[in-house]
């Protein structure tokens, strides 16, 4: 289904680490709006649509969703290799150390851990469609909010290339919802996508 070529889809080449940024960033990893939610949730939802050009870009966007997860791991792990315990107590990245030293695990900068309750996935295309593109726009207020916090033009720039991405994303969902919209029998009312629901 996939060539997978042995690189990240954009550079990532930090040479200063900042454990108190990995913090930050480690949200776009994890959080309720990262990565990883994001793959699952478009890798999930692809199976009940109902048009094969929707289907395509949920597999698409998913996939590189996973690819952004390499990224923002990548980032995170740039920013808290060879650190010396003292930068890491300094940094307050010692209530992470304790539980995953500097290893990459999925979680919120609040320290909650990943989890698929942030995502729906409820076989009904509009639904689906209309929360695809509100993660969308959460996912680039989030890098928003990094970039506002960023004082390191390298990790900065691959910021700004996912921040790109979601844009992107964000762009081609709004093409699906008016494919779906299109295709849709009662356009009266895009939103009731099971009309005999409201039948007698």
Request: proline residues 4%.
């Amino acid at each position: 289904m996939w060539i997978y070529e042995k690189r990240l889809e954009y550079p990532v080449n930090i040479k200063t680490p900042n454990a108190k940024l990995a913090g930050a960033i480690i949200s776009q990893l994890g959080g309720p709006d990262g990565e990883m939610g994001a793959a699952t949730r478009y890798l999930s939802q692809r199976y009940t649509m109902p048009d094969r050009k929707i289907i395509g870009a949920l597999t698409d966007i998913g996939t590189e969703e996973l690819a952004h997860i390499e990224i923002v791991s990548a980032i995170l792990y740039q920013l808290t290799r060879n650190l010396t315990i003292q930068e890491i107590k300094d940094s307050g990245f010692d209530k992470y150390f304790v539980d995953h030293t500097t290893g990459i695990y999925p979680q919120a900068a609040s320290g909650m851990p990943f989890s698929a309750s942030t995502l729906q996935s409820t076989g009904d295309t509009f639904a689906d469609l209309n929360e695809d593109l509100a993660a969308e726009q959460k996912a680039r207020l989030t890098y928003d909010n990094i970039l506002r916090l960023s004082d390191d033009p390298d990790v900065s720039d691959a910021i700004r290339f996912l921040r790109a991405r979601e844009i992107v994303h964000y762009q081609r969902f709004a093409d699906c919802l008016r494919i779906a919209q299109d295709n849709f029998e009662d356009k009266s009312n895009f939103y009731r996508y099971n009309p005999e629901f409201d039948r007698n």
